[in-house]
């Protein structure tokens, strides 16, 4: 999807927020989006999501299947955690019994199951952004929308929704996220942009940076390490995109692994990528070392 000439402002004659943003936001990608205090990066990201909508320019190509988490979740919902999910998934298009299942499902992944049949109002703020998080995955969205939705949950949520983004992204999804923490997915986005004085700029990521693309005249580059990683016995081909773009070596005559190639920044999400297929990793070398 892209965003062209987009601009936003509250009400006539409010001041803008953004203006000229010009974003693209291709399928299977992993972009951050950073910025201080008040700069627009959740206006951004509500446009993205199609909540709202620019006071000027266009958004085009925008998935079908688009799921977003706000920064602020409404909790008083007269719906049990369940029942609120089940008719999430509904209204995203399941049928009863694969919204039900997601539902369950989902509220597991992320340690909130014995919260099902919960009041909505009566939920801790941890327990209820697990609730958040867990509808906009509920329907394998194409397009991802994350504002600061790991803030308020315990350690074990926040790396299953790691997990569930890298999931997403290897399916193919685009995944636009802002979080407080740098250290949040680092070295992993495709695209980083900032967002200052109304304006929407892309930082070059640390990965691109270790890889020598130059970001300054005084940055100096080093080269990334590669990795190998030898893999086998998928349940079906290799998932059509994967994250570092790795170059594939299918196995020979004899041999039953297929060989991925990767820069060492994109290793873990390449890893989570392919046991999420169901691959079996064989073994794993980082520049002649077998780990
Ligand atoms: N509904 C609204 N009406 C008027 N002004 C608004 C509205 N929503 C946002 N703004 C203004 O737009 C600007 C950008 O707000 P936004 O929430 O997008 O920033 P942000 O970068 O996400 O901030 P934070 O990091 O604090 O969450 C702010 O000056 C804010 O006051």
Same mark, same amino acid.
């Given at each position: 999807?892209?965003?062209?000439?987009?601009?936003?402002?509250h009400?006539l004659?409010?001041?803008?927020?953004?203006?000229?943003?010009?974003? !693209?936001?291709?399928?299977?990608?992993?972009?951050?989006?950073?910025?201080?205090?008040?700069?627009?990066?959740?206006?951004?990201?509500?446009?993205?999501?199609?909540?709202?909508?620019?006071?000027?320019?266009?958004?085009?190509?925008?998935?079908?299947?688009?799921?977003?988490?706000?920064?602020?979740?409404?909790?008083?919902?007269?719906?049990?955690?369940?029942?609120?999910?089940?008719?999430?998934?509904?209204?995203?298009?399941?049928?009863?019994?694969?919204?039900?299942?997601?539902?369950?499902?989902?509220?597991?992944?992320?340690?909130?199951?014995?919260? *099902?049949?919960?009041?909505?109002?009566?939920?801790?703020?941890?327990?209820?952004?697990?609730? *958040?998080?867990?509808?906009?995955?509920?329907? !394998?969205?194409?397009?991802?929308?994350?504002?600061?939705?790991?803030?308020?949950?315990?350690?074990?949520a926040?790396?299953?929704?790691?997990?569930?983004?890298?999931?997403?992204?290897?399916?193919?999804?685009?995944?636009?996220?802002?979080?407080?923490?740098?250290?949040?997915? *680092?070295?992993?986005?495709?695209?980083?942009?900032?967002?200052?004085?109304?304006?929407?700029?892309?930082?070059?990521?640390p990965?691109?940076a270790?890889?020598?693309?130059?970001?300054?005249?005084?940055?100096?580059?080093?080269?990334?390490?590669?990795?190998?990683?030898?893999?086998?016995?998928?349940?079906?081909?290799?998932?059509?995109?994967?994250?570092?773009?790795p170059?594939?070596?299918?196995?020979?005559?004899?041999?039953?692994?297929?060989?991925?190639?990767?820069?060492?920044?994109?290793?873990?999400?390449?890893?989570?990528?392919?046991?999420?297929?169901?691959?079996?990793? !064989?073994?794993?070398?980082?520049?002649?070392?077998?780990?």
């Amino acid at each position: 999807m892209r965003l062209e000439h987009v601009g936003r402002r509250h009400g006539l004659r409010g001041p803008w927020v953004l203006r000229e943003v010009r974003l !693209d936001l291709p399928a299977g990608t992993l972009v951050r989006v950073l910025g201080t205090n008040g700069t627009g990066k959740s206006t951004l990201l509500r446009i993205v999501a199609g909540v709202d909508a620019p006071t000027e320019g266009r958004v085009t190509d925008r998935p079908a299947r688009t799921a977003y988490v706000p920064e602020r979740f409404p909790v008083a919902l007269p719906f049990t955690a369940g029942d609120y999910l089940v008719h999430l998934g509904r209204i995203q298009g399941l049928g009863p019994a694969a919204a039900r299942a997601g539902a369950g499902e989902w509220l597991e992944r992320f340690g909130a199951a014995e919260h *099902a049949r919960t009041d909505m109002a009566e939920l801790s703020k941890g327990t209820s952004q697990k609730v *958040a998080v867990a509808q906009a995955l509920l329907a !394998d969205p194409d397009l991802l929308v994350l504002d600061e939705a790991w803030t308020g949950l315990d350690t074990g949520a926040r790396a299953e929704l790691d997990a569930a983004v890298r999931e997403r992204r290897a399916a193919g999804a685009t995944v636009v996220f802002v979080d407080h923490d740098p250290r949040r997915l *680092a070295g992993e986005a495709d695209a980083v942009y900032e967002v200052a004085s109304g304006r929407v700029r892309e930082k070059a990521p640390p990965e691109r940076a270790r890889a020598g693309t130059p970001t300054g005249a005084d940055e100096e580059a080093t080269p990334c390490p590669r990795v190998r990683i030898a893999v086998s016995g998928g349940r079906g081909p290799l998932p059509g995109r994967l994250p570092g773009a790795p170059v594939v070596t299918e196995p020979g005559p004899g041999d039953t692994a297929t060989v991925l190639t990767v820069d060492a920044a994109h290793s873990d999400a390449l890893l989570a990528a392919l046991l999420a297929a169901s691959w079996h990793i !064989d073994h794993l070398t980082t520049e002649g070392v077998r780990v």
